[in-house]
């Protein structure tokens, strides 16, 4: 049946691209990258990519292709081969359109733990999720199952409650592991960016003067992480023998800051902008929800503009900024080595000053 295998949906994505190296460097296991294509040709322009990208490795690495949105998606994957699962694959903006939360995320998930229970050899299983499956609850968010009961603020966040709800009501009979993921900001410490979401986008708006509010309090708990840090968390927590448990990829309230020193950090970064600072952009003020509500609807009835687009963008994930969260990750900390948590002001410091200077990746590093 050849080698024991590790399956990594989404492996051209950006979490799943940073554990095909790391498993690729790291093991000795031959490693098979999933990704979503439409046609052999897309897939075959990916699998230049990856054959340029991991030549060093070739004799280890394999590809292969489908689409979650299909009847049969790892149709190309012999289920006899794999000995572990990495699902990193799914659409993770906090504006996805509730069809595709569903197609995707939800029922994309289920196709490939149906294809997990056929893996009689299958050692252990990844879901990745996030610490917004937690939705609009606030308080204590412990490593255990979320009812859902409090709601979610968007399609996404709703999309990786119902797909660990799946996992746990239908298929825990896997040796499963959920990773539950907080906001990554940065590649590393350093602040470098390759990736750019909701932060980056509204930390843009507020730079050049798009946006004059932010939904939610300054006491707000903000939790971001890097992606080295995922990347790091998973590959350990995948490589231990312990399995049904859920870990919070985050780090905790304390460790953490809030929406409040998050923006001031920000201005004092912009601040040493010169242009910034010539057009004296004020700091954003924090509306209640129900004023913010009001606004997003009477800006969304006047159609396009660019007010409307500055506003829509951080309408999605609005809500959450009301949301305290106490983040807890006893269970992540203990099964990481040396667990310790970088210093949130120092990254949002470096992580502001490399969007500023290159103005979000517009123009290069140096």
Same mark, same amino acid.
């Given at each position: 049946m050849g080698a024991k295998k590790v399956l990594i949906t989404g492996a051209d994505g950006y979490i799943g691209s940073r554990l095909a190296r790391k498993y690729l460097e790291q093991s000795d296991a031959p490693v098979i990258l999933w990704v979503r294509a439409s046609d052999a040709g897309e897939f075959q322009a990916k699998r230049t990519n990856f054959e340029r990208a991991y030549r060093d490795f %070739?004799?280890?690495?394999?590809?292969?292709?489908? =689409?979650?949105?299909? $009847? =049969?998606?790892?149709?190309?994957?012999?289920?006899?081969?794999?000995?572990?699962?990495?699902?990193?694959?799914?659409?993770t903006r906090f504006n996805l359109e509730e069809e595709t939360a569903r197609r995707v995320n939800i029922e994309g998930t289920? !196709?490939?733990?149906?294809?997990?229970?056929?893996? =009689?050899?299958? %050692?252990?299983?990844?879901?990745?999720?996030?610490?917004?499956?937690?939705?609009?609850?606030?308080?204590?968010?412990?490593?255990?199952?979320? =009812?859902?009961?409090?709601?979610?603020?968007?399609?996404? %966040?709703?999309?990786?409650? $119902?797909?660990?709800?799946?996992?746990?009501?239908?298929?825990?009979?896997?040796?499963?592991?959920?990773?539950r993921v907080a906001t990554v900001i940065a590649d590393s410490e350093d602040g470098r960016v390759t990736q750019y979401n909701a932060f980056h986008n509204t930390l843009k708006l507020f730079f050049y003067g798009l946006l004059s509010l932010i939904p939610g309090t300054p006491e707000t708990p903000v939790y971001f992480v890097t992606g080295e840090f995922v990347t790091d968390s998973v590959f350990t927590l995948m490589n231990i023998p312990a399995s049904k448990a859920i870990y919070h990829a985050a780090h905790t309230e304390k460790e953490s800051l809030t929406l409040g020193e998050l923006i001031n950090i920000a201005f004092e970064v912009f601040d040493q902008d010169e242009d910034f600072k010539a057009r004296r952009i004020l700091k954003p003020l924090y509306p209640d929800a129900e004023t913010f509500d009001l606004l997003v609807d009477g800006v969304t009835a006047f159609g396009g503009?660019?007010?409307?687009? $500055?506003?829509?963008?951080?309408?999605?994930?609005? !809500?959450?900024?009301?949301? !305290? !969260?106490?983040?807890?990750?006893?269970r992540l900390a203990s099964a990481l080595p040396g667990y310790t948590a970088p210093d949130a002001r120092r990254l949002i410091r470096n992580t502001c000053q490399y969007l500023v200077k290159t103005r979000w990746g517009k123009y290069p590093e140096c």
């Open positions: %070739e004799p280890r690495m394999s590809s292969c292709w489908g =689409d979650l949105i299909n $009847a =049969d998606p790892f149709e190309s994957v012999d289920p006899r081969q794999v000995q572990k699962i990495i699902h990193t694959a799914s659409v289920e !196709k490939l733990l149906r294809f997990a229970s056929r893996c =009689d050899r299958l %050692e252990s299983l990844g879901l990745l999720s996030t610490v917004y499956a937690s939705g609009l609850k606030s308080g204590v968010i412990e490593e255990a199952p979320m =009812d859902g009961t409090a709601g979610f603020a968007n399609h996404y %966040e709703r999309s990786k409650w $119902a797909s660990e709800a799946t996992l746990l009501r239908e298929f825990d009979h896997l040796p499963w592991r959920i990773l503009g660019i007010i409307n687009q $500055a506003v829509s963008s951080v309408a999605p994930f609005g !809500k959450q900024l009301f949301i !305290k !969260k106490d983040i807890r990750n006893s």
